[in-house]
């Protein structure tokens, strides 16, 4: 099992940027990629961006392409999710997430692939 460790999360006005952390522990060894979802209230949870650690190969959601970028630093075992231009609607409690698999295609972005997850973070985002 993978522990994993958000934070970052705040409160900020519309156009600026914040940067959320996903420290894991445990078995990373098992550990083949990192996702970070999002859940806003009355909605599903869904994908936000997604790295390799091998070869650092990212996945995005369209809705934030471009504003978000995913990154990762091996040797701390942590992945970031760099925000900037934030919008209202980018506001949920952000999860991250590990899977042990690579998955083809566009189930990388899929919830159910991933077995360890964190508690999440606070992410708000004022007009």
């Known amino acids: 099992q993978v522990q994993l460790v958000e934070a970052g999360g705040g409160w900020v006005q519309a156009g600026a940027s914040l940067r959320l952390s996903c420290a894991a522990s445990?078995?990373?060894?098992?550990?083949?990629?990192m996702g970070w979802f999002r859940q806003a209230p009355g909605k599903e949870r869904e994908f936000v961006a997604a790295i390799t650690w091998n070869l650092g190969s990212t996945w995005y959601a369209d809705s934030v392409k471009g504003r978000f970028t995913i990154s990762r630093d091996n040797a701390k075992k942590t992945v970031y999710l760099q925000m900037n231009s934030l919008k209202p609607e980018d506001t949920a409690v952000y999860y991250c997430a590990s899977t042990s698999r690579f998955w083809s295609g566009n189930r990388q972005k899929e919830a159910g692939v991933y077995d360890d997850w964190g508690q999440g973070t606070q992410v708000t985002v004022s007009s």
């Open positions: 445990g078995r990373t060894s098992s550990s083949y990629a």
